[in-house]
């Protein structure tokens, strides 16, 4: 088992930059799919962007361009490093970790990002 904890979050202004980081209480390395996913009040979790073992990403359409997703087995982190952003990406921010895809997986206890207009 693993234990996920997010952080980074916090207020900025439209068109600022945050980073998020999700720090695992081991090896991340067996996890071949993490990614990040966010809540906004009132809606269901996103998927926001997704990366696998070898590298591979995908993102949601609404944050392709802006938001950069990456690992570092090393120190056993992965990022969301997200630009230029938007009201709309007000949200709380949950990482995830799983072995195969279709699993539900390990989940972090999130991180508040709020984008002022």
């Known amino acids: 088992q693993v234990q996920l904890v997010e952080s980074g979050g916090g207020l900025v202004q439209a068109g600022g930059s945050l980073r998020l980081s999700c720090v695992a209480s081991?090896?991340?390395?067996?996890?071949?799919?993490m990614g990040w996913y966010r809540q906004a009040p009132g809606k269901q979790r996103e998927l926001v962007a997704t990366i696998t073992s070898g590298g591979s990403t995908n993102y949601a359409d609404s944050v392709k361009g802006r938001f950069t997703i990456s690992r570092d087995n090393a120190v056993n982190t992965m990022y969301l490093q997200m630009n230029s952003l938007k009201p709309e990406d007000t949200a709380d921010y949950y990482c995830?970790?799983?072995?195969?895809?279709?699993?539900?997986?390990?989940w972090g206890q999130g991180t508040q990002v709020t984008v002022s207009s």
């Open positions: 995830n970790a799983k072995i195969q895809y279709y699993q539900y997986g390990y």
């Open positions: 081991g090896s991340i390395v067996r996890y071949n799919h």
